[in-house]
């Protein structure tokens, strides 16, 4: 029997994102997953009940309220999820001294001075963790502050503070990629059929067999590895019963898949990787029927057919492929093995046998100029049927980030000390000197390039449109009070929801926060849903108007950019405002027994 002392409480929390690849926000990344099932199967001094707390899908954490009782805090991020990230760790020990944090992913480990500085973390793990984290975690839980720091320099691959200053420990080899089998999606808070993933994720590599100078994958995940065949079978298995489970959305038993490896097709070059991936595909064919699948490829499968029609039967319909750019001395200037001429040809040939291609450009390459950009718009819109476009953006760990020069929030050089604007390191604009485009100028150049587009994110749109309608059609029959006034503003309160992430995934925020404010005015809503239900019916009535037009005006604003658009977000947020006023009114008045009106 387990002594309750011996059950620990864990969450790991992903914040939420400042934009970037929004089609993650509809995938879950799979970091926290594997470090949460590395903790389900520990052996040792304790059990750990575990949560996983996706901020861009379950809404911002309240590290108060939401933190109490919890034992160990983990924390990944991205770049632009960093500060955010910090915020949280740093507001978790202020409200809760005795919480245990521990920071990592491809920001924290590479800068854990900062990590520790701005997140007060107690570890930094460095790179992947899965094979110590529940060591770490019970000498955090069992040594006192005192002793810790001789059982902490036996763990391999962390970074902690030895009388002031970081020191960080050696790791040699690399984690088996397979260390934890099955990702634990069962530990998703709030993963419930009413409430389901938006796709599958599966990984079956980690690593890359290339080497692009610009990459953060390489620097985060050393090596090519591969999980066993066995493995890969029981996570497609597992994504089949999550889907039967209703825990993804699926159509007519159909559901999607984002194979989330970065490299999933190596180059024929690579030939024992390669000739491995294409007898397993061959394989998967039993186990995908169910599954529209969407990887990362090169385009050089283009030239390998019999690797492309594998990946055709078993499913994988949809390619992100890494174009980058057309000019052939930006390609080898960024180590990128490709030749221009010959990425149309097999851009071409892959369109022809059927595959559905987003392609994937950067921006701001040093032999760029504005022409060369706009040419690049309109050659790659021929060749592929969606595109994503991120602009050249320093990386820690990356050779770029000591060799350009950055800048500060308003586009100025940044001063000694001060930190970078992570929040604007979501690929939309220079946040490096250049002597072509300040600031602004890149902005102004990367809206104009993208209106040449077909962005993949009108795709996720579309998906969470159909899970939108999927979700209200489920609300209203499982409803027993009929179509009663607060029924119908907790579907408009569902739609608030389902657009405020296009929104954030579009980049249309503007500056105002949106996405993380319906957050919370949702969960506003939420809370005052039994002083509502006792509240004037036009009172009621005009809070289920405003939250039903604010709805609106949110897919207008995941639409196309146009002139009027930073203006309909600053309108936006300023009902979003008289919104939340009229909530505090409503509890307040419920709080004085004034609910049932005069
Ligand atoms: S091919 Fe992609 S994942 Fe591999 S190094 Fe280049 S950018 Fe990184």
């Not at 009172?539 to 146009?562: F, R």
């Amino acid at each position: 029997m387990v002594v309750a002392s011996r059950v620990k409480k864990v969450v790991l929390l992903q914040p939420a994102s400042a934009g970037g690849n929004f089609e993650y926000i509809a995938i879950p990344r799979q970091g926290m997953l594997f470090l949460s099932g590395a903790l389900a199967q520990w052996e040792g001094e304790y059990l750990y009940e575990r949560e996983i707390w996706f901020e861009d899908r379950c809404g911002v954490i309240d590290p108060d309220k939401d933190l109490e009782g919890v034992d160990i805090l983990m924390v990944t991020a991205l770049i632009n999820e960093a500060p955010r990230g910090y915020q949280v760790a740093r507001l978790a020990k202020e409200y809760h001294p005795e919480i245990l944090t521990i920071g990592g992913g491809p920001q924290m480990g590479p800068l854990s001075e900062e990590a520790f500085e701005h997140g007060r973390f107690d570890v930094i793990v460095q790179r992947e963790a899965e094979d110590i984290i529940g060591q770490l975690c019970d000498i955090l839980l069992t040594r006192s502050t005192g002793e810790r720091n001789a059982y902490l320099e036996k763990v391999p691959g962390i970074s902690y503070l030895k009388d002031g200053r970081v020191t960080q420990t050696r790791r040699s080899g690399l984690i088996n990629p397979d260390f934890v089998e099955l990702p634990d999606f069962h530990s998703i808070r709030d993963l419930t059929p009413e409430n389901p993933m938006a796709g599958g994720v599966i990984e079956t590599t980690r690593g890359c067999t290339e080497s692009c100078t610009y990459c953060q994958v390489i620097q985060q995940f050393l090596g090519y590895r591969l999980i066993s065949r066995e493995t890969e079978v029981k996570r497609l298995a597992q994504l089949t019963e999550l889907a039967a489970d209703g825990l993804i959305h699926s159509r007519n038993g159909n559901f999607q898949v984002f194979i989330s490896d970065d490299l999933h097709t190596p180059p024929l070059r690579a030939v024992k990787f390669r000739d491995e991936r294409l007898a397993r595909l061959q394989a998967w064919k039993d186990h995908t029927q169910n599954m529209y699948m969407i990887c990362q490829a090169r385009a050089e499968i283009g030239q390998d057919l019999e690797l492309a029609n594998a990946m055709l039967d078993a499913n994988i319909k949809m390619a992100y492929v890494g174009v980058e750019s057309d000019n052939a001395e930006n390609l080898k200037l960024v180590n990128k093995r490709q030749e221009p001429g010959q990425m149309h040809t097999d851009l071409t040939t892959m369109n022809d046998m059927g595959f559905s291609i987003v392609a994937m450009t950067i921006i701001g390459l040093p032999y760029d100029t504005e022409e060369s950009i706009m040419e690049l718009a309109d050659w790659v819109t021929q060749v592929s049927r969606y595109q994503t476009v991120n602009f050249l953006t320093p990386l820690p760990a990356t050779s770029n980030w000591d060799t350009l020069v950055p800048l500060n929030e308003h586009g100025e050089l940044l001063a000694e000390g001060e930190m970078r604007p992570y929040h604007l390191y979501t690929g939309r604009q220079f946040v490096h000197q250049d002597e072509r485009w300040t600031m602004a100028e890149s902005r102004d150049l990367f809206d104009r390039y993208s209106a040449r587009l077909t962005p993949v994110d009108d795709l996720y749109r579309r998906i969470f449109r159909i899970l939108r309608n999927y979700r209200l059609r489920l609300a209203s029959t499982s409803r027993d009070l009929g179509d009663n006034i607060t029924s119908r503003l907790a579907d408009a309160t569902e739609s608030l929801k389902s657009w405020s992430d296009p929104v954030s995934m579009a980049g249309r925020e503007f500056g105002e926060n949106i996405s993380q404010r319906v957050g919370e005015l949702s969960e506003k809503l939420r809370s005052v849903s039994q002083p509502l239900a006792n509240a004037r019916q036009e009172v009621v009535e005009n809070i289920g108007t405003d939250v039903s037009e604010l709805a609106d005006s949110l897919k207008d604003l995941s639409g196309p950019v146009n002139d009027g658009s930073s203006d309909l977000a600053a309108n936006i947020s300023s009902r979003i405002n008289d919104l939340t006023e009229m909530l505090n009114t409503v509890m307040s008045d419920s709080r004085r027994g004034r609910t049932t009106g005069d």
